[in-house]
C-alpha cells in the first residue's frame, strides 16, 4: 500500500470548503490513515495533552473484562486501545482490525520496541464493513475514534454484531460535542483552529487529515443521538457518558 497520495487528493491551503473526505469514501479515508500513520501516536499525545491514553484506560471498563474473553478492537490503528484493554486485563485475547496497512504496521513495530506487556494483540488487515470472522465469534467489540470514519454507520454496527456473541458488550468511544457548555467556545477555538494548523503541519499531511478530523468531529451526531442510531442495531441496553473535558464519550451496549 503506497504512502503517497495522488495530485488531486491535495487541499489548497486555507481552503474554505468542506473536506472532500466528509462523505467518507473507503478508500481515500484508508490513504489517509496510510498517510499520517508514522506520526498518529505523537499527535495523538501532543494533540490531546496525552489525555487520550487516560480516555483509552478508563473506556475499556465498559467491556467488564474477564479471562479468556476474546475481544476485537475494530479500528484499531496502531493498538492503543489493544494494548489498554490487555493492561486492563492479561488473560484476554484481543484481535485488531484496520483497513490501513500503514497504521497497522507502525503499531506492531512500536509493540517490539515496547517492553511491559507480555503478549500484543493479534492484528489483521480488514474493513469494519465486511469482517473476515465467523458469527458470534468475539465475547465483547471495541472501537475507539473509528466509527466516526466509516462510511455506512448502521451497517458497522450491524457487522460488529454479527461476530459477537449474544450478550456481548460494545464500546464505543468517539468524540462528541462539548457537553460542557462553558468550556464550548474555547473546544470550538482549539478543535476549529488549533488542532488542524498543529496536526496538518506536525503531520506534514497533504490531505490535510487534521482538518477532516476537525469536521468529521462536528459532523458526528451528539451522544444521546449517536445512541438512537445504536438502539436501531441489534444492540440493546445503551447507555452513554461523556470523559474529561467533555468532548468525549464512551457509549456502551449489549448485543442481541
Ligand atoms: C482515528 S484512528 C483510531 C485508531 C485507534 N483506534 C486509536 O484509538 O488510536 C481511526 C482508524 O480507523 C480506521 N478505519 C476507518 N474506517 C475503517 C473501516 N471502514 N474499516 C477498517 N478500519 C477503518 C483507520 O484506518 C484508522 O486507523
Request: charge should be positive; include cysteine; proline fraction near 7%.
Amino acid at each position: 500500500m503506497s504512502q503517497s497520495m495522488p495530485p488531486s487528493d491535495s487541499l489548497a491551503e486555507g481552503s474554505v470548503e468542506s473536506h472532500p473526505f466528509l462523505n467518507k469514501p473507503g478508500t481515500k479515508i484508508q490513504g489517509l490513515f496510510d498517510e499520517i500513520a508514522p506520526r498518529y501516536d505523537l499527535l495523538n499525545r501532543i494533540l490531546s495533552f496525552n489525555i487520550d491514553v487516560w480516555w483509552r484506560k478508563r473506556a475499556v471498563r465498559s467491556l467488564r473484562l474477564k479471562p479468556g474473553d476474546k475481544i476485537l478492537d475494530a479500528c484499531c490503528g496502531t493498538g492503543d486501545l489493544s494494548m489498554a484493554a490487555l493492561t486492563a486485563e492479561p488473560g484476554i485475547d484481543v484481535v485488531g482490525s484496520d483497513f490501513s496497512l500503514q497504521m497497522l504496521l507502525n503499531g506492531d513495530r512500536k509493540r517490539r520496541y515496547k517492553s511491559g506487556i507480555e503478549r500484543g494483540p493479534k492484528l489483521i488487515q480488514a474493513d469494519t464493513l465486511n469482517l473476515p470472522f465467523q458469527d458470534d465469534t468475539f465475547d465483547g467489540a471495541m472501537v475507539a475514534f473509528g466509527m466516526r470514519n466509516v462510511s455506512d454507520l448502521p451497517a458497522a454496527l450491524r457487522e460488529l454484531s454479527r461476530v459477537m456473541k449474544p450478550g456481548g458488550r460494545l464500546m464505543i468511544l468517539e468524540f462528541t460535542p462539548m457537553t460542557h457548555r462553558w468550556l464550548r467556545p474555547f473546544s470550538d477555538w482549539y478543535q476549529g483552529k488549533i488542532l488542524p494548523l498543529l496536526g496538518n503541519l506536525l503531520s506534514g499531511s497533504r490531505v490535510k487529515a487534521y482538518s477532516y478530523l476537525d469536521e468529521s468531529v462536528k459532523d458526528w451526531p451528539d451522544g444521546d443521538r449517536f445512541a438512537e442510531i445504536i438502539r436501531a442495531t441489534p444492540f440493546h441496553a445503551v447507555r452513554w457518558r461523556s470523559l474529561f473535558p467533555g468532548n468525549v464519550a464512551v457509549h456502551e451496549a449489549v448485543n442481541g
